[in-house]
């Protein structure tokens, strides 16, 4: 144990000296196990968090009850409110910089009328992931959102402003394909390639092929995107420049990776994503930090010690072998998989190290790095950018060049790429690459989640669902209501319902909890609330209600493209204005009590006989509850 204390106090020395650590770095294994089977319960560390937290945030929703001036949340509801009380979430789906933006004013209204506070869990994928590095990164403040994105600067060098839609680009095939068919369509391939020359109506069809257009006139040009001849026409000097800044902009994220390669650990692109993420950063703020670490970052930001944040969660999608929708999570505590051919948990801090059937064989820390768990859940974006860069590769002369030095590099072109030990294949660069995977070789669980010493993560929205909320809902985390805001491009880059649709389907798999959302589901223009009826799953749990917020033109046209990639200060504020006015429901006078009446309805119904519910209540129920 001293000896712990002495490496762990050398280490917080260099990092004082060295000032940032920011790539993984071996420690002296623990002598306690790294890996917990999650039989069913939360891990020890999640649930003494959140009972301290739930003391927080009950004062919270008693201070927000009392705000609503309404004789119905009188000291007797107060009472039970306090002593059984609720446990509340938020899931952020993705959508790129909309969905970020359009969260982050969901967010600030929430911590307008006092409900960010009353907060448990907030979780995250894609864009939607990018609102919670902003929070991890700035001691859970909503008031901080935002203020440090270069909004107004393109997120990736050389990528243009693209429109193409979230479903021609997952994995190059379309969404009931996604739902339905990835093993059929992955057989058909020896190496699994993102292949978008699908084919349609008969036709083949390439949704990216006129990215490529437009990046070749990106290179060329100023990065400005428009099609009129007089933007071809520039001179050379320029597009010499411009390429050189381009290539500049790599090669700084290629000396940011290089020391995670150094310490032994493979890399793949999804690497050079989270760099290029922090590098949207205004003043360097993540590398300001001690560490860059999200385990280290979240724990020891000040709300968080003081038990007063929200949990977050970042969701993953795991690709190995042939799966698809296993959702793999990541919170300041652990990483792991909820699902039923898993349900094994490492200790986050620990992630990287090489644990052989649940041994601890060498250990590492630094591995959870908060920009590459960010990268990881939206990995969509660097699948377009590898997309883009070997289909240029194959024209135009001197792009071809620019981009083979960019690509040589980063050490990412085809007899540069990892190299092939053994008999091993080589390692997919595109997939975001775990590796040592904690959970190899972990008894009695074989499959494709423990057979191989890596594991392949993708873009949370990989699985068709694109809401964060089976996290939410897992039976142990005992959430009453769950907000959700959408922001999913399902038809014209709004959202109509389809994601919620598919979470519940897979969902209805496992606990036959919430009615299906049939054909017959229509969404209106004000939020609706589902599952406000109490049911119990097989073994007596119930789940909470779910309170569904769509992406809605309110105030401004909110529906930007998922890969539109730089905004103007004047857009960003009016797309956040917008996320604000959804969370209000247009300013409906009578939301918020609403809202009041839909978080505390499971505690009534929990404590029935002893309390009535309010007649008022009644009303908002009837007003709200699909289902
Ligand atoms: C509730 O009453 C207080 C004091 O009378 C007032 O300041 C506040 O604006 C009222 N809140 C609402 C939501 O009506
Ligand atoms: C982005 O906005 C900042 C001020 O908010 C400004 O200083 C900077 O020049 C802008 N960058 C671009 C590329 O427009
Ligand atoms: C999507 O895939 C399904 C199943 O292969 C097919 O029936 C459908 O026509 C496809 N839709 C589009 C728009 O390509
Ligand atoms: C292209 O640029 C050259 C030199 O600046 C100019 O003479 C020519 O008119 C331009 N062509 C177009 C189509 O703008
Ligand atoms: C939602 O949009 C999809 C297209 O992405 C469409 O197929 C579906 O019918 C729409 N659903 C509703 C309820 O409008
Ligand atoms: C936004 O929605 C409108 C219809 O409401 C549609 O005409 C427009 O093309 C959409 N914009 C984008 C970028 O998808």
């Known amino acids: 144990m001293k000896k712990v204390a002495l490496v762990f106090y050398i280490l917080r020395s260099l990092v004082c000296v060295l000032g940032h650590l920011d790539h993984p770095y071996e420690v002296e294994c623990p002598n306690y196990p790294l890996i917990r089977e999650a039989k069913n319960e939360l891990c020890w560390e999640e649930k003494l968090y959140l009972q301290e937290n739930l003391k927080h945030t009950s004062k919270h929703l008693t201070q927000f009850l009392k705000s609503l001036n309404h004789s119905m949340f009188n000291e007797r509801i107060i009472h039970y409110i306090e002593r059984d009380r609720p446990r509340i979430g938020l899931a952020i789906s993705g959508g790129g910089y909309r969905s970020m933006l359009t969260g982050t004013g969901f967010l600030q209204e929430m911590e307008n009328i006092g409900l960010y506070n009353c907060l448990n869990y907030v979780s995250g994928l894609s864009g939607g992931s990018w609102v919670l590095m902003d929070l991890v990164l700035h001691n859970f403040e909503v008031k901080n959102l935002i203020k440090d994105w270069n909004l107004n600067d393109s997120l990736l060098r050389g990528i ?70 007089q933007d071809k026409n520039t001179s050379i000097i320029d597009s010499f420049k411009n390429v050189q800044q381009i290539v500049k902009f790599y090669i700084e994220l290629h000396h940011s990776v290089r020391p995670k390669r150094v310490q032994g650990f493979q890399i793949s692109f999804t690497d050079y994503w ?59 505590f652990e990483f792991g998989s909820w699902e039923s051919m898993l349900r094994l948990f490492v200790k986050i801090p620990y992630l990287g190290s090489d644990i052989v059937g649940g041994e601890s064989l060498k250990c590492s820390k630094g591995y959870d790095d908060l920009g590459y768990i960010t990268a990881t859940s939206s990995s969509v974006f660097n699948n377009v950018l590898l997309y883009i860069w070997g289909q240029v590769s194959k024209s135009s002369k001197e792009t071809i060049k620019a981009m ?33 995977n904690p959970f190899y070789k972990f008894p009695n669980i074989n499959n494709e989640l423990t057979d191989k010493d890596y594991l392949y993560l993708v873009d949370g929205g990989e699985d068709g669902e694109n809401i964060p909320l089976r996290t939410l809902l ?130 009534l119904d929990r404590n029935k006989g002893n309390i009535e519910i309010p007649i008022e209540c009644l009303d908002c129920y009837e007003q709200y509850c699909i289902s």
């Open 274 to 332: 989270g760099k290029a993420l922090g590098k949207r950063l205004k003043g360097n703020i993540l590398t300001s930090k001690p560490s860059s670490s999200f385990s280290d970052m979240a724990r020891n930001s000040p709300s968080f010690m003081k038990f007063q944040a929200p949990i977050p969660v970042f969701i993953a999608n795991c690709r190995n072998g042939l799966l698809k929708n296993v959702i793999f999570e990541f919170t300041p």
């Open 474 to 603: 897992i039976p142990e985390r005992q959430l009453d209501v769950a907000f959700i805001i959408d922001s999913s491009s399902d038809l014209n880059n709004f959202a109509n319902g389809t994601k919620l649709k598919n979470v519940l389907k897979q969902l209805n798999k496992e606990h036959e909890v919430y009615e299906p959302l049939g054909p017959e589901f229509k969404l209106t223009d004000h939020p609706v609330a589902i599952g406000c009826e109490t049911k119990y799953t097989k073994d007596g749990k119930t789940l909470p209600i779910l309170i569904y917020n769509t992406n809605k033109d309110m105030v401004y046209p909110s529906n930007t493209s998922t890969f539109k990639i730089t905004y103007s200060e004047e857009e960003a504020l009016g797309m956040i204005n917008n996320g604000r006015q959804i969370f209000t429901d247009n300013n409906n006078p009578n939301h918020n009590k609403c809202l009041g009446c839909l978080i505390i309805k499971r505690t």
């Open 160 to 229: 243009p402003e693209i429109d193409i839609k979230q479903r021609d680009i997952i994995s190059g095939i379309n969404q009931s394909e996604i739902f339905d068919g990835i093993r059929a369509v992955k057989r058909d391939y020896v190496e699994y390639e993102p292949d978008f020359n699908i084919l349609k109506n008969g036709k083949k069809f390439s949704p990216l092929l006129k990215v490529k257009e437009l990046i070749l006139q990106s290179i060329r040009g100023r990065g400005k995107l428009t099609n009129t001849p």
């Open 404 to 436: 083979k030095i960019i690509m040589n590099t980063i050490g990412l072109t085809a007899e540069n790429q990892i190299p092939k030990n053994e008999q091993r294949q080589p390692l997919e660069t595109y997939y975001a690459l775990y590796q040592n």
